[in-house]
């Protein structure tokens, strides 16, 4: 059996007594993204290996509304990784995937057999996320497991109308996120979560202590893991200065809108989202 304590406190910073982890879903709780990748490439047999691994994610009704671009070309995604402009670890990666929720694919098959596709709305929008978000999951438990490093990239959707262009991607296909995908220079240490009273309500939802346990998390993260000063968001519109917490930082980005083209642009798409 793991040290369930020691795992659990490098979670949460927290200790939960009561708590075991079982050996084999310790990876899942010592997890984290990786932004260094070393040269090594990733061969295709392998990499297949993890696309069977996503693919055997559940799917809404095994609809399965989404498609994955894989890029290895040098050039192209350095091309996105300069579009971005600030996250140079994408241009490190010897493959860079690109999930997306697809609907076109169940509009065809509506064709091929002469019937109308009559779900082009918010919950077919919902459920070509929801069924990307789970294959790319599980592409990322898989890649962890041989010891790949992965990343996921929403900022692909910052610069949608350049990178659906360069993929290639139809009416009814759009970017949910990109990945990197390659072998870690190192791990980072392991990221704070909220304690589990605070994500998991029992039998109904409760937020009514959310004030304190946030105060506290805040406290746990500031002293184990302070927000640097090149985290702080939207440093143009509120002041830099020291002490800013976890809360804070989330409020600060929160307050300015973000992608909020996202939906018009979908709409160019062929998303009607009623
Ligand atoms: C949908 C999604 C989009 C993300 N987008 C980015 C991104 O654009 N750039 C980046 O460096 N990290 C991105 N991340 C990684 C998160 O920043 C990271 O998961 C978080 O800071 C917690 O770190 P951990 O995964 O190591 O625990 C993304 C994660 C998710 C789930």
Known sequence: ????????????????????????????????????????????????????????????????????????????????ADWIGTMDWIATAPVFLVWCGDMRRGQRLCAMHDMPHANNNMDTF??????????????????????????????????????????????????????????PVFRRPVSMRLPPRVVVHRERYDDSALDSEIAAYDRRRDARDPVAAGSLKNKDIYPTRDGVGWSENVARQLSVPERFGFGAYLKTKGFDLA
């Open 1 to 80: 059996m793991a040290d369930s304590q020691a795992l659990l406190n490098a979670r949460f910073g927290i200790e939960q007594p009561g708590t075991e982890v079982p050996d084999t879903i310790v990876p899942l709780l010592d997890r984290r993204v990786t932004r260094r990748y070393t040269d090594q490439d990733v061969p295709d047999s392998l990499l297949d290996a993890l696309l069977a691994a996503a693919q055997s994610a559940p799917a809404k009704s095994d609809l399965q509304q989404y498609s994955v671009v894989v890029m290895r070309d040098k050039p192209r995604i350095k091309q996105i």
């Open 126 to 183: 919902l459920n070509t996320a929801v069924d990307c978000s789970l294959a790319m999951a599980q592409f990322m438990t898989a890649a962890d497991a041989v010891g790949l490093g992965t990343c996921p990239i929403s900022y692909v959707r910052g610069h949608i109308e350049r990178v659906s262009p360069l993929l290639g991607l139809p009416n009814g296909v759009y970017p949910v996120a990109g990945l990197t995908v390659g072998w």
